[in-house]
């Protein structure tokens, strides 16, 4: 006799793991899904960054089983934003704030083919604090699907058309210059980029060549476009493809964010010689 | 067929997740509880701070699925304080040092049914150490009571009379005057209060209306008293029933602990316009 | 009927908890093996510390069920060091980085009895990153053998014998001092050192007796030999047998690495009066 799979939940959110955010929600799934098994994708998404959580999300999805996927990034709890859950063209189910943050995720998954409002969900624990709705409204409804409920019994339906969406900043290659942006920094410090492997191609860049990276106010340094770290020298600035097949820039050993001084949001001009 | 609903094991600690703590009790835990499903409720308590401990357990304890509550926030561990579990009104079982850090949760479910002293416990692991009880003695004790053993079991009988309480300080309504205290601040800076949404009441304050908070050798500050972030200016300071149902001050869009200079500990005077 | 216990795979790595490289390991596994239970062992390790990782995998191995134990602290992913799976003496499985990580481990455990290298393992993701091993090598191949795999069909045989080794610093006792290394910092603040219980024994200290602790171009402390922090004063230094029976430096309710300047590696001379 083979055992079914258990009922898979993730669970993103910028609630960090000092207090017992996390924990009680873990708690509250327990209760109303006891078989399902929780993975922790990441509670360390910088407070209230919408689009950090929207991408950490979306470069997960495709390792993620089919389940759902909870996500709170939600700076406008108590406020006027819709609590949605999404059913996508992928089978997954992701629910959280209509705020952004599952919106690529729903966009690489090829859409969202149903979608309800679960602000006045069934499902919510009574009463509804006004300050975490995680606890309340996200968890429970995310438990009850995963263990078998229709999306449709969650909440209100609403039209997928008006989801709010993320719009991220776009590459583009311009007389041999790739502009680009940094849109992620994870905790070595590595600087995820928009581009990807097409557009550093489209730049003419390849690999084992230097380019020279420019930026507003600053002078322009040389990095190396390698396969991985270990192909440069410590302390050395490379451009590389990351895990999520997007170019990004490291220091081998060392913090380029840092030593860089940058951050997620600024414009980057990679000239090759 | 139905599958039986596995076992339950909460964890609270001030272990932090640095080190192996934590992972080395969930691996004693499963050795003896395979099939249990532990949650991870919060292992940031601040080092040593019993009355954060047991602050943060009973806000939990009314999300938590009937189990085993493993709380460990220990600094005497080695002297003479007891080791004990618990078989609470409500059917709970809480686990850890007598110390105080289980005694709010144990009040709050309508205390004691029976209590046994798991110093010498028959489940320990052998050799005890003198400095990780959680993983010699709580852990293993918890999983053997997830598992079906009786508390009995467990330990040597002692009297629920004899534990050891935490007090906390009370608020209290002086001439229009609430009296309250901060008693915990989470990792946004948000500063829980010991006042109930009732001593609010008492004290004459009313949702969208402006009080002064007064505090030693400071500067008397306005506040509104809101019902979530949303509602007021970013910047702004604010009083609000948290999560917990305990007033709370935040400062929207920022940290009100740092920016107030308080912590857990100091009393407060709010002054009804 | 009873259920069988569900497979266990523990995780440690550098990899921290504040991206989602831990989670997206976890959603691998799970995918694959679905019924797993993972533990997480640690993900503090300082980063590319080889050595601590190695220290606190063999610390926590006598703690850990059955299963397969998963380790990935890989300065050099991508440059030449092999990936391997290895089964001990004592039946559990080792899977990560042939860089000495699990080297202490294997060890302590009786051995290696079967060794294969994994780097093109057939139960890798494809395609693989240059830099994300964990979630395209590692995570894969410990989930396919916790679901049943024979190691022999999660790579190619390799000779155990030409697996990388950590060598540590060896303590001595020399004309009543014991010569001895720092080589482990807990996030208390708490140092262990490479000495046993028998090293100090064999250099004739005994519980309850004072030792001065020489540093190079410091001057000398008195430290007590105590069994717990319990027995000495608030700021008092001493020497214990910790909970992994190595000795250990701590300063009661303080950080004796802060107070002392001391890391890992540093070599200590004990001398008792």
Redesign the interface.
Known sequence: MT?M??P?I?F?SDY?????F???C???I??LC??C?I??????IP??NVQAGAL?LS??LP???VGVHLAVVD??????RRAVALRLANDHILVGPDNGVLSLAAELAGGVIEAVDIAHSEFR?EPV????HG??IFAPVAARLAAGAALGQAGAPCDPDDLVRIELPRPAVDNGTLVAHAIYV???GNVQLDASHEDIARAGLKLGTTIQLHRDGREPRPAVFA?????VERGALLV????D?RMALAVS?ANAAELLGLSAGEQLRIVVE
């Open positions: 055992r799979a258990p898979v993730t993103l960090g793991l000092e207090d017992d996390v924990g009680v873990h708690a509250v327990v209760g006891p078989d098994h993975i922790d994708l990441n509670h360390g407070r209230h950490v470069g997960a390792y993620l089983p700076p406008d709890v108590g406020a006027e624990l604090s006004a300050t975490f606890r309340d994870d905790r070595f396969r991985t770290f270990a192909e590389y493809e990351d895990a097949r050993h």
